[in-house]
């Protein structure tokens, strides 16, 4: 028999909303390029911050809990994994 653990109420929004975020970010990868280098913030479907380091961000914009945070690598940076 299994315990079930009762979801917390808004996650699932939250979830969505940062889902949402993200993709609008990967949507619009090529327009973020002017910011290679340097980490960007998207909320509400938006870019809202631009700064050199993601710590800085989520100080800037605390209690955000959807806010996607990205590295901006140049197009010629290639990753291997």
Do not use: C
């Amino acid at each position: 028999m299994t315990e079930q653990t009762a979801v917390p109420e808004g996650l699932v929004e939250q979830l969505r909303r940062f889902d949402a975020n993200a993709r609008w970010a990967n949507l619009h990868e090529w327009g973020l390029q002017r910011y290679k280098g340097r980490f960007v913030a998207v909320d509400g479907e938006e870019l809202i911050g631009v700064a050199d380091s993601e710590a800085d961000l989520r100080m800037r914009f605390p209690g955000r809990p959807a806010l996607y945070v990205a590295f901006v690598s140049p197009p010629e940076l290639d990753w291997i994994l």
